[in-house]
């Protein structure tokens, strides 16, 4: 019942910026936290910014400095900003939510993945 929807990815060249949006829909009763992983070819999804349970915010170390993440909760949405691209930035970007679907259950949604690709 709930759908997340990722938006913004493409081909950038080194130096160059994108912005990626992640807007969820659905029943959502509450947000646990929210965030962006990142898939490059032959290698495993990794955690590139989100914001934990708590409040903060975990970057992997590659992205400081470069990626900074944001959120509208009241939208439902939550942004990830990539400055200075580089081509290791090459990847899948997938949205994650943890939402709250019922007084005492958490459940992990994910978003169909958006392509982003730094090359010259």
């Known amino acids: 019942q709930v759908q997340l929807v990722e938006s913004g990815g493409g081909l950038v060249q080194p130096g160059g910026s994108l912005r990626l949006s992640c807007a969820a829909s659905?029943?959502?009763?509450?947000?646990?936290?929210m965030g962006w992983y990142r898939q490059a070819p032959g290698k495993q999804r990794e955690l590139v910014g989100a914001f934990t349970s708590d409040g903060s915010t975990n970057y992997a170390d590659s992205v400081k400095g470069r990626f900074t993440i944001s959120s509208d909760k009241a939208k439902n949405t939550v942004s990830l900003q990539m400055n200075r691209l580089e081509p290791e930035d090459t990847a899948v970007y997938y949205c994650n939510m943890r939402l709250k679907v019922s007084l005492l259950t958490l459940r992990d949604y994910w978003g169909p993945g958006t392509q982003v690709t730094v090359s010259s």
């Open positions: 659905g029943n959502i009763f509450g947000i646990n936290s």
